[in-house]
């Protein structure tokens, strides 16, 4: 069964189903958790709360990254 994740503005199907956490999510997405805020369904998710944080068919979530540079 699939389901979709809005990330960034652009939906995304899972065909295998859904990364279960928000962790889950950055691994396959391949972004450090520690360089990126995130924000599902308009609420900021602490980065502590990342690996316990459900992911649901539908959620919108963005993702920020920061990027070090001089």
């Known amino acids: 069964m699939s389901a979709t ?10 065909d295998q189903g859904l990364p279960s956490t928000l962790t889950e999510l950055l ?12 924000e599902i369904n308009g609420d ?7 690996a316990q944080t459900e992911l649901k068919d539908q959620m919108a979530i ?9």
């Open 44 to 50: 900021i998710v602490e980065r502590k709360n990342f």
């Open 27 to 38: 691994a396959q997405l391949e972004i450090n958790a520690a360089t990126v805020v995130a």
């Open 5 to 14: 994740l809005k990330i960034n503005g652009t939906e995304k199907t899972f």
């Open 62 to 70: 963005e993702l920020i990254r920061f990027d070090g540079g001089g």
